[in-house]
């Protein structure tokens, strides 16, 4: 797994983008960063790591990631959620075997750490 492509879409290995964040070896920088990793953790099942990055305002009291099999993401804009930004929007759209799901959703960042807060309106 270390060495394979990131489900994200990056380019890079999954040991150079979204392992670390998935294993809490660091923290998500960008807004974009934190939706690439919760997709990451989506694909493999990684429920606690969806839980920990959900604002506990808005999150429901369990997370489960389900048997969806996701086959691609596209960031389709970016609004804020740079490393010196407090809130973030990114707008994706994510596909998997039984279609599409499309998302704005809203990134919240408290004491340093980016958040999910939910979908956008």
Not at 22 to 50: C, F, Q
Not at 74 to 93: F, S
Request: charged share 25%; proline share 5%.
């Amino acid at each position: 797994m270390p060495e394979d492509p990131c489900p994200c879409g990056s380019g890079r290995t999954v040991e150079e983008c979204c392992g670390p964040l998935l294993t809490t070896e660091r923290l998500a920088e960008t807004a974009e960063e934190l939706m690439r990793s919760r997709y990451t953790a989506h694909v493999y099942g990684n429920a606690e790591h969806l839980w920990r990055t959900w604002d506990a305002r808005t999150r429901p009291a369990e997370v489960h990631p389900g048997a969806t099999r996701w086959t691609g993401l596209q960031i389709m804009e970016v609004v804020a959620g740079g490393q010196e930004d407090d809130t973030g929007i990114v707008d994706y759209v994510a596909t998997h075997e039984g279609g599409v799901h499309a998302e704005r959703a809203e990134f919240t960042r408290r004491g340093g750490r980016w958040f999910y807060t939910k979908e956008s309106t």
